[in-house]
């Protein structure tokens, strides 16, 4: 057994991520990801719609899935928080390590549109809520 609750993910090419809006409504949207000591790591654009909803709420949830966000087995919960660009370097060899040509090509093809606005995500396991009395 490990206290990794991430580890089922291992495998996984794809999780659902749900990020969520002020009202509380989720937003899922399908993303690679990388694993690494007991956490996992996105690559996004810095001006995606869900590193906006982010910023002010950092609980998400996620689920291994599938290419389009159909979820293939339980819903995790995380905390995300931003890395900082010297960590950044490490984390693109884990992405391409992972999806190879496939990483180099969509990188590449965003350093052309001069989106040179990427970032990556750190989804930490969430604490589990206090119960309430």
Excluded: C
């Amino acid at each position: 057994m490990t206290d990794d609750p991430f580890a089922t993910l291992q495998d996984q090419k794809f999780i659902a991520l749900a990020t969520y809006r002020k009202s509380g409504e989720a937003v899922v949207t399908p993303v690679w990801f990388t694993h690494q000591d007991g956490k996992l790591y996105v690559w996004t654009g810095s001006s995606s719609g869900k590193v906006k909803r982010l910023r002010k709420n950092p609980r998400v949830s996620l689920a291994p899935s599938d290419f389009s966000g159909k979820p293939l087995g339980d819903d995790l919960t995380g905390l995300v928080s931003f890395p900082s660009e010297s960590e950044w370097k490490v984390l693109t060899g884990l992405f391409q390590s992972k999806y190879g040509l496939q990483f180099s090509f969509f990188s590449g093809m965003s350093r052309l549109r001069g989106q040179r606005d990427n970032l990556f995500l750190e989804i930490s396991p969430a604490p589990a809520e206090p119960l309430r009395q």
